[in-house]
């Protein structure tokens, strides 16, 4: 595939807030996000991890599905067709095979409604490996519009010498998506701590020796159930620029929900 041209792309990092369990109603506030990225005229929509279910909820036993083919899936890839955006979120994946096997997955879906790219998580916490099956994929997607894209999910990202952020740029991505869930203690005090140096520690050396564009997107909320319950997510979605600087970094809050934009100009 030939290299593309130099072209600016609008970004949506859709920082919204994820109920744990509550399917039906985050996949409202998904549909809500995408209709607005499509409005602003936005190119590719980031939406958080396990964006469906929350991430290390345990309602992904009864309501987790297949990807492809799963009825959550099914509507991520209508609202791609439906609004002519890229999307690129994480959910909750039963596996096809051995259905008492779950993923903390990510797909990447072009315009038509295509999944480009299935990525599950790798590096996932030592807890959450108590639900889920570790990952066993690394990929890029090669697309005409932008390029060669990858995908990570979260904590994927600080792993030891940050090998798979690092893989996914020497197979030639010239855009790193990553859906997040980043958390915090309930009584986390940001300005005495500001959050957000573990991601300026592993986002920006990576931007800068592979010459891409990192964009992690976390939701907001509560987390209430699981071993983390009690915490709570905290937005702060950020886009790393190809000279390790950061170009965009969104509100810190349990409540800072919201869609918010990044031109790129990806060479």
């Known amino acids: 595939m030939s290299r593309p041209q130099s072209r600016t792309v609008k970004l949506a990092l859709a920082q919204i807030l994820v109920e744990g369990g509550a399917l039906e109603s985050n996949l409202s506030r998904i549909t809500a996000a995408v209709a607005d990225a499509a409005a602003a005229g936005a190119d590719i929509i980031v939406l958080p991890e396990a964006a469906d279910l929350g991430w290390a909820h345990p309602s992904a036993i009864e309501c987790a599905g297949v990807i492809p083919g799963g009825a959550t899936v099914d509507v991520c890839r209508g609202l791609a067709r439906r609004y002519n955006i890229w999307m690129c979120i994480g959910l909750t994946e039963r596996d096809s095979n051995c ?144 000279d390790g600087e950061a170009h965009l970094q969104a509100p810190y809050g349990e409540t800072a929900e919201g869609v918010f934009y990044a031109e790129i100009v990806m060479e």
């Not at 990447?108 to 099956?133: P, S, W």
């Not at 979260?154 to 952020?165: E, G, K, L, Q, Y």
């Open 99 to 242: 259905p008492d096997q779950y993923y903390n997955a990510a797909v990447l879906i072009d315009r038509q409604g295509t999944i480009q790219l299935h990525h599950r998580k790798v590096h996932e916490l030592d807890f959450a490996r108590e639900l889920y099956t570790i990952g066993d994929r690394l990929a890029v997607a090669n697309t005409a519009e932008f390029g060669r894209i990858g995908v990570m999910i979260c904590a994927d990202a600080f792993v030891t010498d940050r090998v798979i952020s690092r893989s996914l740029g020497q197979m030639g991505a010239r855009l790193l998506l990553s859906p997040c869930a980043w958390a915090v203690t309930a009584d986390h005090d940001n300005h005495a701590d500001p959050y957000g140096q573990l991601w300026l520690d592993s986002y920006s050396p990576v931007a800068k020796e592979f010459r891409v564009w990192i964009v992690g997107v976390s939701n907001v909320g509560p987390i209430n159930a699981g071993s983390w319950k009690g915490r709570k997510c905290v937005g702060n979605s950020l886009v790393f620029a190809p």
